[in-house]
């Protein structure tokens, strides 16, 4: 009969316990971790498709020697948003308007057209101008913005309206049209507001 080796190597009950526990413990940690950093990484990039935007427009309105705009298509920024050259301003009522003529892509003498339009962020997403920028931005021929100001991107999945830690951005607009993030001088994961850059960003909905 053949001997059983007294030297066979295998997990006790003991030591399977203490593996799966430790293995319970990093995936508590870094789940949380994990989703944070997605989290992170789709409100940047929600922030970086308006400042594409806000530069496209700078820098045609420079090339084009026109004015070109920037305005929401929705009730609110996060509902999209389109560029377009403001060629006709022959009224107020059509300066920072985009006047339709059924060939919105062609750029005709005398007529608007649009260079890009922006689909609507993530259901959760807000996107709000503070009171200068309420429904579009304006850039001249010189390349400046028609005013200086900022926009809030939150994830407001919880809906308080609330900039929480990590759940939030702020673009700022300069007097010459320049765009920036809003930085985090206070590491608390919430950025400054624009005009004060001690005070955190307190509201995603009036930023």
């Known amino acids: 009969m053949k001997k059983i080796s007294e030297n ?15 293995a319970g413990v990093v995936l508590g940690i870094g789940i949380p971790s994990f989703n944070e950093a997605i989290r992170n990484s789709r409100l940047t990039t929600s922030a970086n498709e308006l400042i594409t935007a806000l530069n496209l427009a700078k820098s045609e309105a420079i090339k084009r020697g026109e004015h070109v705009v920037v305005r929401k298509t929705g009730a ?29 892509n062609l750029c005709e003498a005398g007529e608007d057209c649009v260079l890009r339009v922006y689909s609507a962020l993530s259901t959760s997403y807000t996107l709000r101008g503070n009171n200068n920028f309420t429904n579009f931005i304006r850039y001249t021929p010189s390349g400046l913005s028609n005013n ?16 929480e830690a990590n759940t939030s951005k702020l673009i700022i607009v300069n007097r010459v049209g320049r765009t920036r993030m809003a930085p985090d001088n206070n590491t608390n994961d919430i950025p400054e507001k624009d005009d ?5 960003l307190t509201s995603c909905i009036t930023p």
């Open 196 to 200: 004060d850059p001690i005070t955190d």
């Open 148 to 163: 200086m100001g900022s926009f809030a991107v939150c994830d407001n999945s919880d809906g308080n309206g609330l900039p």
């Open 76 to 104: 609110q920024w996060e509902n999209g948003w389109q560029v377009f050259v403001d060629i006709d301003r022959s009224t107020a009522a059509k300066e920072n308007t985009f006047d339709d003529d059924g060939d919105a």
């Open 8 to 22: 066979n190597t295998g997990f006790t009950l003991i030591e399977l316990m203490v593996t799966v526990a430790i």
